[in-house]
């Protein structure tokens, strides 16, 4: 993007970050009422001016042009400007499946979170023929049972009337949400090249996060407490 008023946009982004940390570190503010309520008046200035400059770039984006690629974005409207970088993330994560559930699906899961992920963890390794991994109601647990494994179709009702465990199927158009074909080749790969040499599984978390896949921290840790028990 090229900012028309990038500059001054640049001087006040510095202007707060200077302030914080004079906070962090000036231990006189601590001492002294008279500095403290000049300095947050300051700061709460810098601040509100940081966020109407920043409130602009997305309420008037037509003023400024915006790039993909070398290419100029036709960017006229705020409406326009949310459709050009939906095509543009979805270009640049394009393999990344959805996971239509917020208690797993970000970096930093609740302790909430992870306790369903655990009972979920249990269903699997007791319950595999039953539907809903025999999961009672509507507790956390089921919700991301629903999300990670049957809306991927990792769990389903097989041919015997019982409901088992498979892996993604490859068949599955590449424009399906729910894909998740394409992490699943790349994490078979990473393992059939720990047979000649040792790899850490940081490796893999970091490529896994990072484009065109983008997972989420949270539901990497949870994919491997369900794999291991898988």
Not at 18 to 23: F, P, R, S, V
Not at 61 to 69: A, D, H, L, M, T
Not at 110 to 127: C, E, G, H, R, T
Not at 198 to 225: D, F, V
Request: hydrophobic letters at 40%; aromatic letters at 8%; proline letters at 5%.
């Amino acid at each position: 993007m090229l900012c028309l008023n990038s500059d001054q946009l640049r001087e006040t982004t510095a202007e707060v970050l200077a302030l914080e940390e004079i906070q962090k570190t000036a231990q006189e503010l601590n001492s002294d009422p008279v500095a403290q309520r000049e300095f947050k008046d300051r700061y709460n200035a810098a601040v509100a001016k940081e966020e109407e400059l920043l409130d602009r770039l997305t309420s008037e984006p037509q003023i400024n042009r915006w790039y993909w690629k070398t290419k100029i974005l036709a960017v006229k409207s705020k409406r326009s400007l949310q459709e050009e970088l939906s095509r543009v993330l979805n270009a640049v994560y394009c393999k990344s499946p959805v996971f239509k559930n917020e208690l797993i699906n970000r970096d930093k899961p609740s302790s909430q979170a992870n306790a369903a992920k655990n009972k979920l963890a249990i269903a699997m390794f007791n319950n595999e023929v039953e539907a809903d991994l025999g999961i009672d109601k509507f507790p956390p647990e089921k919700a991301i049972y629903r999300a990670c494994l049957r809306e991927t179709k990792m769990h389903v009702l097989g041919v015997d009337g019982d409901w088992v465990f498979q892996g993604p199927k490859s068949a599955r158009k590449s424009d399906d949400p729910c894909n998740i074909y394409p992490v699943w080749q790349r994490i078979d790969a990473f393992l059939d090249g720990t047979e000649q040499q040792a790899k850490s599984l940081i490796e893999l978390n970091l490529e896994l996060m990072a484009p065109p896949y983008g997972i989420k921290g949270g539901m990497l840790r949870m994919a491997l407490t369900l794999g291991l028990t898988y």
